[in-house]
């Protein structure tokens, strides 16, 4: 068993791109700017933002971090939304969701520039990955193709089965691993809540990437012995041993699907570093202009 060291590969890929916003600055292009709106103050979204803005300054790129009352209109966050698409010098733009229930995300997402959608959740961006075309791609998909790539895992012709299909990370994750490229040609189940013989799927899985959001789901009975395991859940479970008073887990019952896996991601330490490499790496494109 390998593990699929989170931690390891993105402090590698951040110094990658702090050398590339290095070369930038001293040749005088442009620093690229990330740009987060965050409405309220609810607990996880609140240290995602933070930590995002953080590791913007850690690679040497500007942010700015525009806060919201959570009784904002959506008129005023639309507003805001539209500013940003309007300011050249900021290149990537991304709204923290989940947002309050009197907004509707499907409309702020779609009015975010999507050459500065650099979450890649506004249509176009998701239309252009699905048909192969150069976009945004959701970090968390992305950074999950990024370490099975530096892992050099081998995809042609296995089955990955994806458990959940959210559109931030199943359904993206689907598309992407059923593509005529590397990673992808795997042929690819999408299952979710209401699959029927799960477990029997999740068996036959070469590649089994869950992300369900269901805390130690995934047992070792449902994994295939040599299967590659990739974990994308981060759920708070109350822990009083914890000084916060919760363990953070992941949808994988680690310590005993990991005797069986080739490879497996941990949580934390796994695909959650990922995402926010992703993003940065987005960012840089959105800034060079490589994608439109
Ligand atoms: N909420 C959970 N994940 C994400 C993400 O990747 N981007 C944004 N904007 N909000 C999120």
Same mark, same amino acid.
């Given at each position: 068993?390998? !593990?699929?060291?989170?931690?390891?590969?993105?402090?590698?890929?951040?110094?990658?791109?702090?050398?590339?916003?290095?070369?930038?600055?001293?040749?005088?292009?442009?620093? +690229?700017?990330?740009?987060?709106?965050?409405?309220?103050?609810?607990? *996880?979204?609140?240290?995602?933002?933070?930590?995002?803005?953080?590791?913007?300054?850690? #690679?040497?790129?500007?942010?700015?971090?525009?806060?919201?009352?959570?009784?904002?209109? $959506?008129? $005023?966050?639309?507003?805001?939304?539209? $500013?940003?698409? /309007?300011?050249?010098?900021?290149?990537?733009?991304?709204?923290?969701?989940?947002?309050?229930?009197?907004? /509707?995300?499907?409309? =702020?997402?779609?009015?975010?520039?999507?050459?500065?959608?650099?979450?890649?959740?506004? +249509?176009? /961006?998701?239309?252009?990955?699905?048909?192969?075309?150069?976009?945004?791609?959701?970090?968390?998909?992305?950074?999950?193709?990024?370490?099975?790539?530096?892992?050099?895992?081998?995809?042609?012709?296995?089955?990955?089965?994806?458990?959940?299909?959210?559109?931030?990370?199943?359904?993206?994750?689907?598309?992407?691993?059923?593509?005529?490229?590397?990673?992808? /040609?795997?042929?690819?189940?999408?299952?979710?809540?209401?699959?029927?013989?799960?477990?029997?799927?999740?068996?036959?899985?070469? =590649?089994?990437?869950?992300?369900?959001?269901?805390?130690?789901? =995934?047992?070792?009975?449902?994994?295939?012995?040599?299967?590659? #395991?990739?974990?994308?859940? !981060?759920?708070?479970?109350?822990?009083?041993?914890?000084?916060?008073?919760? *363990?953070?887990?992941?949808?994988?019952?680690?310590? $005993?699907?990991?005797?069986?896996?080739?490879?497996?991601?941990?949580?934390?330490?796994?695909?959650?570093?990922?995402?926010?490499?992703?993003?940065?790496?987005?960012?840089?494109?959105?800034?060079?202009?490589?994608?439109?």
């Amino acid at each position: 068993m390998q !593990l699929l060291d989170g931690k390891l590969l993105s402090a590698q890929i951040k110094l990658e791109i702090a050398a590339q916003v290095a070369q930038i600055r001293e040749t005088g292009g442009k620093i +690229p700017h990330l740009v987060a709106i965050l409405v309220g103050t609810k607990g *996880a979204s609140e240290t995602y933002v933070a930590s995002k803005m953080k590791s913007c300054e850690e #690679v040497g790129m500007a942010s700015t971090l525009i806060r919201f009352e959570p009784d904002v209109s $959506e008129d $005023e966050l639309l507003a805001k939304v539209r $500013e940003v698409n /309007n300011n050249p010098d900021m290149d990537g733009l991304i709204v923290q969701l989940p947002l309050p229930d009197h907004i /509707n995300p499907d409309r =702020i997402m779609e009015t975010i520039d999507p050459a500065k959608g650099v979450d890649g959740f506004h +249509p176009i /961006n998701i239309g252009r990955m699905a048909k192969g075309l150069p976009a945004y791609v959701s970090a968390t998909p992305q950074g999950v193709l990024e370490m099975i790539k530096r892992y050099d895992i081998k995809t042609a012709g296995k089955h990955c089965v994806v458990v959940g299909r959210s559109q931030i990370v199943g359904l993206p994750m689907s598309i992407l691993m059923q593509r005529n490229t590397y990673p992808g /040609n795997c042929t690819v189940t999408l299952t979710h809540s209401r699959t029927q013989h799960l477990a029997d799927i999740c068996r036959s899985a070469d =590649i089994l990437i869950a992300a369900l959001g269901r805390p130690e789901f =995934i047992t070792a009975d449902m994994v295939k012995d040599g299967a590659v #395991v990739i974990d994308v859940g !981060l759920e708070r479970v109350p822990d009083a041993s914890k000084k916060s008073g919760f *363990a953070l887990k992941g949808d994988v019952k680690f310590d $005993e699907v990991a005797p069986k896996a080739s490879f497996i991601t941990p949580v934390p330490g796994g695909v959650g570093l990922m995402t926010i490499c992703s993003l940065m790496q987005n960012t840089l494109k959105a800034a060079r202009g490589e994608v439109y």
